[in-house]
């Protein structure tokens, strides 16, 4: 059976975390990597390749990795 989360944390339907109780946010794609995840107005976009290896991580037009 599965364990309820601890309350402020909401998962979607493949048990991805989608939302915390700071207020940090993160969506992802069909293959579940993570493709954007956001706090205190701050965004970040993630790219992969065809294998599902992370790319970049950027934030407007900044590359952060």
Do not use: H, I, K, M
């Amino acid at each position: 059976s599965r364990v309820a989360p601890a309350s402020g944390y909401t998962f979607d339907a493949s048990s991805n975390l989608t939302t915390t109780s700071t207020g940090a946010s993160a969506t992802y794609d069909n293959a579940d990597e993570l493709t954007t995840s956001a706090l205190s107005g701050t965004t970040t976009n993630y790219t992969y390749n065809a294998d599902g290896q992370r790319l970049a991580a950027t934030q407007g037009s900044t590359t952060l990795a």
